[in-house]
C-alpha cells in the first residue's frame, strides 16, 4: 500500500529545527499520540555509557539494542525499567548519540519498534530524522522542518543550558555525521512538505499544517498543480484498439532501445502466468527499471506512477495513452488501489513497486504493503521480479543514463490464500504475503545483480 491503515503524520529535520514542539502541539489537535524516536537512540547511548562499551563497537552496541527495553511517552523515557528521561539529556549521552545512530542493526531494530509503536496505537505524530524516507515513507501527511542556523542554535542552548556558540559547533557537526551516514541518513523524502520554522510561532505552524491536511497540495511550499488528488474519483477506462496499438509500438521501441543500449537480458520469462491478470511486484533502483520491464512481456501492462510526474500535461497525456495511472505517494490513496483492483478484475496485468520510491543498495527491505494488499484484494498471484544493473545505468543525481548491462530474473508466482468474501483483507494477510514478497525479490535481486555484474 503507499500508505499505512491508520493517521500517521512523520516529521523529519535536523536539531533545533522544531520537531519535537511541532509534533507535540500536533498530537494533542489531533488527539494522536507523540513519539520521539531521537530518544529511542539516546537511550541505547544512554545504556552504552552504563554499560561501558565502546560506541563504534558495531556488534556490541546491536546486540544490547536488541535486549534492552525502551519506553517512550510524552514526557518520560523509562530504559530497562528506570526513569531514564533526565540521564538521557546529558552532554554525554548527546556526544555519541550519533554514533550510535549511525549503527545500521541499531536503526533496524528500533525501526521495527517505531513501526510496532504506532500499529499498537494505531496511528500517531512521529518525529526523527528518517522517518517519512524509511520509517513511514506511505504516511499520511510528511513534513521536513528546517530553521536558521542561529535560530537552531539558540533553541537548543536554550534547552540544554549551554552556549549558543559551542552549541552551534555540535550541531554542524551532527548535521554532517547525519546526512552523510550510510544508514538511512537524514534527507527530505519525496513528497515531503519543506517548511522553514525560523521566528515562527507553533501555533502557525499547527495551523498551516491542519490546512495541509484539509487540502494536501494547497499546503507545500514548493508544489505543482495535478489534474489528480488525493481520492479523487479515476474512472477505468478499458482498453480500445487504438490504444493497445500505441502501447505495442511504444512497447517495441523501448524493448529494442534497451537491448541495445543496455544489453538487457530476461531469465525466468516462463513464470509468468499464461494468460489472465497479476501483479508485477520489481525491486526499484533506477528511473529506467520501469522501461526495462518492456522486454519481458509483450502483453500490456497497467502501471502507477507518482503524481507528480503529471506537473507536465505532454507527459501525463503520455502517460494515460499508456495506461499509467497516478497515485499520491504522500498517503493511503485509495481511490488509485481501487482502480488497480478494478484493472486486476478486467484482466490486465499491473505493476507496483513494493518499495514504494526508488532506493539505493543491495539490500530489499521495508516494502509497503500495496502490492500484497491489492493481490489479496483481487485475488491474483503477484509476480517478483529482481533487475540487476539499472542502478548503474542511471544513478542517482544524474541527468543522462549510460550503457551498462541489466539482466531481469521473473519469479516464481506467490499466490495469496482466498480471503473471506468481502473487500476487507486482514491485516495478516497482508503482512504475510509482503514478508514472502520481500524474501523472494532480495533473492531475484541478488541473482540479477550477479549475472549483470558478470556480464
Not at 167 to 175: I, K
Request: net charge positive.
Amino acid at each position: 500500500m503507499s500508505g499505512v491503515p491508520y493517521r500517521v503524520i512523520a516529521i523529519d529535520g535536523p536539531s533545533g529545527s522544531g520537531k519535537s514542539t511541532l509534533a507535540a502541539a500536533l498530537a494533542a489537535e489531533l488527539g494522536l499520540e507523540h513519539l520521539d524516536t531521537g530518544a529511542m537512540y539516546r537511550a541505547v547511548a544512554l545504556a552504552v555509557l552504563r554499560r561501558g562499551l565502546e560506541p563504534d563497537d558495531a556488534d556490541a552496541v546491536a546486540t544490547l539494542a536488541r535486549a534492552m527495553s525502551i519506553e517512550v511517552s510524552p514526557g518520560s523515557v523509562v530504559v530497562n525499567g528506570e526513569d531514564a528521561t533526565a540521564a538521557i539529556r546529558t552532554p554525554e549521552v548527546t556526544a555519541i548519540a550519533s554514533v550510535v545512530a549511525a549503527n545500521p542493526d541499531v536503526r533496524t531494530e528500533l525501526v521495527r519498534r517505531q513501526r510496532a509503536w504506532v500499529e499498537d496505537r494505531r496511528g500517531g505524530v512521529v518525529e526523527g530524522r528518517d522517518i517519512a524516507s524509511v520509517v513511514f515513507p506511505g504516511a499520511e501527511l510528511k513534513l521536513y522542518l528546517t530553521a536558521s542556523s542561529e535560530t537552531r542554535a539558540r533553541r537548543r542552548a536554550e534547552e540544554t543550558g549551554s552556549q549558543a556558540e559551542a552549541t552551534a559547533s555540535e550541531m554542524a557537526a551532527r548535521d554532517a555525521r547525519d546526512t552523510t551516514r550510510a544508514a538511512s541518513p537524514l534527507v527530505r523524502a519525496d513528497g515531503s512538505h519543506e517548511i522553514d520554522t525560523t521566528d515562527v510561532p507553533v501555533g502557525q505552524l499547527v495551523k498551516e499544517v491542519l490546512k495541509m491536511l484539509d487540502t494536501p497540495d494547497q499546503g507545500r511550499h514548493e508544489f505543482t498543480r495535478l489534474e489528480h488528488r488525493v481520492g479523487a474519483k479515476v474512472e477505468y477506462k478499458p482498453p480500445t484498439r487504438g490504444s493497445l496499438l500505441f502501447f505495442a509500438v511504444c512497447r517495441a521501441i523501448a524493448a529494442t532501445i534497451c537491448r541495445l543500449f543496455c544489453r538487457v537480458t530476461v531469465e525466468g520469462r516462463e513464470n509468468l502466468p499464461a494468460s489472465g491478470p497479476y501483479v508485477f511486484a520489481p525491486v526499484h533502483r533506477s528511473y529506467v527499471d520501469w522501461i526495462v520491464l518492456a522486454c519481458i512481456s509483450r502483453r500490456r501492462v497497467r502501471f502507477m506512477a507518482k503524481d507528480t510526474l503529471w506537473s507536465s500535461r505532454f507527459v501525463g497525456w503520455l502517460l494515460e495513452a499508456l495506461g499509467t495511472f497516478p497515485v499520491h505517494r504522500g498517503s493511503a490513496d485509495r481511490a488509485a488501489f481501487s482502480l488497480c483492483v478494478k484493472i486486476l478484475a478486467e484482466g490486465e496485468p499491473c505493476v507496483l513497486f513494493p518499495e514504494g520510491q526508488r532506493r539505493s543498495g543491495p539490500v530489499v527491505e521495508d516494502l509497503l504493503g500495496g502490492a500484497a494488499y491489492v493481490a489479496a484484494r483481487a485475488r491474483v498471484p503477484i509476480v517478483p521480479v529482481g533487475i540487476g544493473g539499472s542502478e548503474r545505468v542511471m544513478q542517482k543525481g544524474k541527468a543522462l543514463p549510460r550503457p551498462y548491462k541489466v539482466h531481469i530474473v521473473v519469479g516464481r508466482p506467490i499466490y495469496p490464500l482466498a480471503t473471506e468474501s468481502g473487500s476487507r483483507v486482514p491485516m495478516r494477510v497482508v503482512k504475510e504475503i509482503t514478508a514472502q514478497l520481500q524474501g523472494d525479490i532480495q533473492e531475484l535481486f541478488d541473482r540479477a545483480q550477479r549475472r549483470a555484474g558478470a556480464a
